[in-house]
């Protein structure tokens, strides 16, 4: 084949572009422009018999070479061009064979702007993740010019955790797949223009764990509440963030919250009286569940959530020392304590904190009447109420008599006192009102009253005549 021939190939064959188009067969030539580092280009000449051509560069003014610009040089198989205070960069390539006979000009283009990128806002669609497949989130207010982006790390072998460059998708999510094994996997991240400049790097970790939290519980403080809400305590071991979900019959739907592995909650309820069905669930950043379950509380307006109650109950004692039960909502885990004052006598469960129990022995002050038994309680370190309770201290009946005949009568005035029944004063024994005094023409030696109580007990106090 003649030179003039091969020469006249080589010229159909190459585009005005520069893409390589193979032609071993017609040993042919090949030349591409490509980027290197930040603001450089690398032409690239490759073929047969290199050493019988040489080359001419001419370009832009500003432009650099590691070859002389303007002079005839043999070819070189690489050579780094800079394209300096100019956006648009043209490079005119010639090439001669040894005789001087022209066999290729080509001029070739690019744009360059000496913009370095900045660092990529960048996030996963998940904080955790139970399986290896995530995907990576790319703010899509980068500049037009930035479409590549290096992510190593954590990756699976075949994504290359040692770092490559890849295209930035149109969606500006990139499906990765991350290492098999659970934990924090960590990566760094940058992204390039096509100038070749390079952001700085963004470090990003997901976690990735296939195994939910433990030991998930969940305890209802009450199962009554007079006002419209319920309190629960959560709790879950994990080695990160969990969230817990409360839903039924409530106000308002919050959907996941996230907690530190142990919380009391508040959950106001649906409005109106009556039994109300909470379901709770409990789960990892990953959405690994540990825990879904069905609590029930009776929301009930006369429900008492802290109380005392001194001897059962009782509206009056003959003796000093009664028995104190008290009550308070409160959970499982709490630290609850009491203290007892009011009208007490110094005594080993009087005037000091003590922890919550079923009962105390209390001693009264010895004075008859009105006896008012206080309890401060504290929950955790915190005061958080007082109840108190009277009971009558060894009830009595005065009576006195009267300057114009007859008795007063002078009953104690019992807490809870209902009616009184004269008893002795005449015939006709009435059923009268509580009063202070009552007048009684005695019928016989004796008179008394009895004390119809509240509580259904009834209390008999009889005196002799003066």
Not at 33 to 56: D, F, P, Q, T, V
Not at 214 to 240: F, P
Not at 301 to 309: I, L, N
Request: glycine share 8%; net charge negative.
């Amino acid at each position: 084949m003649s030179g003039n021939l091969l020469t006249s190939l080589i010229i159909l064959l190459l585009s005005a572009c520069g893409t390589a188009i193979p032609t071993s067969s017609l040993h042919g030539l090949r030349y591409s422009l490509e980027k290197s580092e930040a603001g450089e280009r690398a032409l690239k000449i490759e073929g047969e018999s290199l050493e019988n051509i040489h080359m001419l560069l001419t370009g832009t003014q500003g432009m650099r070479s590691e070859v002389p610009l303007g002079q005839l040089v043999p070819v070189v198989p690489l050579t780094k061009l800079w394209c300096e205070g100019a956006e648009a960069c043209q490079l005119t390539l010639s090439l001669y064979k040894s005789d001087g006979t022209l066999l290729i000009r080509d001029h070739l283009q690019w744009t360059h702007r000496s913009i370095v990128p900045a660092a990529p806002i960048i996030a996963f669609s998940e904080e955790a993740t139970p399986d290896a497949a995530v995907t990576l989130l790319i703010a899509e207010n980068r500049d037009i010019y930035t479409q590549e982006i290096w992510i190593e790390g954590d990756l699976d072998a075949k994504e290359v955790p040692e770092g490559r460059w890849r295209p930035i998708p149109e969606t500006s999510k990139i499906p990765l797949t991350i290492s098999a094994s659970d934990g924090l996997k960590k990566f760094r991240i940058k992204v390039r223009n096509e100038f070749g400049y390079e952001s700085s790097v963004r470090e990003l970790a997901i976690l990735k764990k296939s195994q939910g939290p433990q030991n998930c519980k969940v305890e209802l403080r009450s199962l009554k509440t007079a006002q419209q809400i319920a309190y629960l305590h959560l709790e879950a071991e994990d080695q990160g963030p969990v969230a817990y979900h409360v839903f039924g019959d409530i106000e308002l739907d919050l959907g996941f919250q996230s907690f530190g592995g142990k919380i009391d909650v508040p959950v106001a309820l649906s409005a109106g009286n009556g039994w109300k069905h909470l379901t709770v669930q409990i789960r990892d950043g990953a959405e690994n569940y540990c825990l879904r379950r069905e609590v029930s509380i009776l929301q009930d307006p006369t429900y008492q959530s802290a109380g005392v109650q001194l001897d059962k109950g009782a509206l009056w004692t003959d003796s000093d020392w009664i028995q104190a039960a008290v009550h308070i909502d409160h959970f499982a885990t709490d630290k609850v304590e009491v203290f007892f004052y009011g009208d007490l006598e110094e005594s080993d469960e009087a005037r000091k904190w003590l922890p919550l129990r079923e009962s105390y022995r209390l001693q009264l002050s010895p004075q008859n009447g009105h006896r008012w038994v206080r309890a401060q309680f504290k929950i955790n370190g915190v005061l958080v109420d007082v109840q108190y309770a009277p009971i009558y201290l060894r009830p009595f009946l005065q009576v006195k008599s009267k300057a114009e005949g007859g008795l007063e009568l002078l009953p104690s005035q019992i807490v809870g006192l209902q009616n009184i029944r004269l008893i002795g004063c005449g015939s006709d024994e009435k059923i009268l009102v509580p009063a202070v005094a009552y007048f009684c023409q005695p019928s016989g030696p004796e008179v008394g009253v009895e004390f119809i109580l509240r509580d259904g007990s009834r209390l008999l106090k009889m005196q002799a005549v003066p």
